[in-house]
């Protein structure tokens, strides 16, 4: 079946480390899009990327780099420079633009300790 | 004004009532919209676009009013298996190009009470 599969589920991170967040998709989806939700908040875009070795920054990408070499494969880095990293962080993927909505992954739980 | 409004409830209904959400939004030049469902601790799920004729699911129908700027959300007879918060979502793109991506709100929690 196809899917969007984000790895791990739950990530610690101790201060000062880079953590990568995995996301694989085999949907053959062009989209790609990282966002990060905080208790209580809505969604808010970090990095996205519409076609494979170009990506745009979201409204809130300082601290966070992304690469997109695959088309199946948008990784996300959370770099020591993010100063409040813990967050639940959900990636996605469309066939292109918005007008048919996201597939999303099952997010990874990210947690600085 | 914020770009998607809704109202976080939580929403405490009885099982087998009718509920609805309104969504109010702010970029009149907004084209796409939907209705996600989340989970705790879940990710979202599309439930529905919503089209400006308006639709059904099911038990679920979907409506969308341009001049006022707001969606719908209605779910009749509803479920204990309802119970979950309903994101608001819609494109954020402005009529002249921009940035890309969805823009969501915060979600109406729902509670389907035995």
């Known amino acids: 079946d196809g899917g969007i599969t984000q790895s791990p589920k739950y990530l610690f991170r101790k201060e000062g480390q880079n953590v990568t967040l995995s996301c694989e998709q085999n949907l053959n989806h062009d989209a790609m899009y990282w966002y990060r939700q905080d208790p209580g908040q809505g969604l808010r875009l970090i990095y996205y990327?519409?076609?494979?070795?170009?990506?745009q920054k979201g409204d809130i990408a300082e601290g966070y780099s992304v690469s997109r070499e695959k088309k199946e494969s948008f990784p996300l880095t959370v770099t020591s420079a993010q100063k409040n990293p813990t967050a639940f962080y959900l990636c996605?993927?469309?066939?292109?633009?918005?007008?048919?909505?996201?597939?999303f992954g099952s997010g990874t739980r990210l947690t600085v300790v | 004004r914020k770009e998607v409004e809704q109202d976080p409830g939580p929403f405490n209904v009885p099982e087998g009532a009718t509920v609805a959400f309104n969504c109010t939004y702010s970029n009149s030049a907004s084209q796409s919209f939907f209705w996600y469902r989340q989970d705790c601790r879940k990710e979202p799920k599309l439930l529905m676009s919503?089209?400006?004729s308006g639709n059904e699911d099911g038990r679920f129908t979907a409506q969308l009013n341009r001049a006022s700027q707001y969606i719908s959300l209605l779910i009749r007879d509803s479920k204990l298996s309802d119970s979950a918060t309903y994101l608001c979502v819609m494109n954020s793109r402005t009529s002249g190009g921009g940035a890309d991506g969805l823009t969501f709100g915060k979600g109406t929690h729902l509670i389907i009470q035995p």
């Open positions: 919503v089209y400006s």
């Open positions: 996605a993927s469309s066939i292109g633009g918005d007008i048919y909505g996201y597939t």
């Open positions: 990327s519409q076609i494979v070795n170009d990506f």
